[in-house]
């Protein structure tokens, strides 16, 4: 059981370059998050999936798309890459609470991304 | 969801317990708190949650204040291992995590 899997862990892009960041998640979850985290600014959520095929704006979605295409899959682009995209980006994932578990939030390890 | 506050950093000797506090002064009736991790550069963990009563797990205990208007994260018996940034969310269980707010934690230092 891998969890919540990120590609790739590392990658160094110049100004205007683009790329996608994948996650993968093998443990059904509905919900679905990317988030970045700079320094001295805690984690902020960029988009969120509630299910295949739907996706919302986080608190900071401006320079990002994604998309959910299939359920275990939730896709992080970035266009045109800036400087102030440079950050440690992780994705989430969570099921919808029931009364059986513990409703927490399931994070990969981290893609940490440098824009030159 | 509520907002939550915590101190930045916090120490603690090795052995001992680390009591982690966090003021959640506008929770409403129907929000859990919960507890995370983050160690280093990982990702954050899950540590407990509760929204009452006081709870307990293999890792940690937390103790929520009768208003519930803050609470305690306790960590029995520190080890160097303990030493991370600690997150107090609050959130409406039945819901996602999409109007949760994770700030900046408490870093805590285990202190040989």
């Known amino acids: 059981n891998a969890g919540v899997t990120q590609t790739p862990k590392f990658r160094v892009l110049k100004t205007g370059q683009s790329m996608t960041l994948l996650c993968a998640q093998d443990?059904?979850?509905?919900?679905m998050y990317w988030y970045r985290q700079d320094p001295g600014m805690g984690l902020r959520l960029i988009h969120y999936?509630?299910?295949?095929?739907?996706?919302a704006k986080g608190e900071v979605p401006d320079g990002y798309n994604v998309s959910r295409l299939k359920k275990q899959n939730f896709l992080l682009g970035l266009e045109s890459a800036a400087p102030s995209q440079t950050s440690v980006y992780f994705c989430?994932?969570?099921?919808?609470?029931?009364?059986?578990?513990?409703?927490?939030?399931?994070f990969g390890e981290g893609s940490r991304l440098t824009v030159l | 969801d509520a907002k939550t506050t915590q101190p930045p950093s916090m120490d603690c000797a090795e052995g001992r317990a680390a009591n982690l506090p966090c003021n959640h002064s506008?929770?409403?009736?129907?929000?859990?708190v919960y507890w995370y991790r983050q160690i280093h550069s990982q990702g954050p963990q899950y540590i407990i949650h509760?929204?009452?009563n006081n709870e307990t797990n293999e890792m940690a205990s937390l103790i929520i204040t009768e208003d519930r208007k803050s609470s305690t994260l306790i960590l029995p018996h520190a080890t160097l291992r303990d030493t991370a940034v600690y997150y107090c969310?609050?959130?409406?269980?039945?819901?996602?995590?999409?109007?949760?707010?994770f700030g900046i934690g408490t870093k805590l230092q285990v202190i040989p």
């Open positions: 989430a994932s969570s099921y919808p609470s029931r009364g059986d578990d513990t409703g927490e939030l399931f």
């Open positions: 969310i609050v959130r409406v269980y039945s819901g996602g995590y999409q109007k949760v707010t």
């Open positions: 999936s509630v299910g295949e095929g739907t996706t």
């Open positions: 509760g929204l009452k």
């Open positions: 443990m059904n979850h509905e919900y």
């Open positions: 506008t929770i409403s009736g129907n929000e859990y």
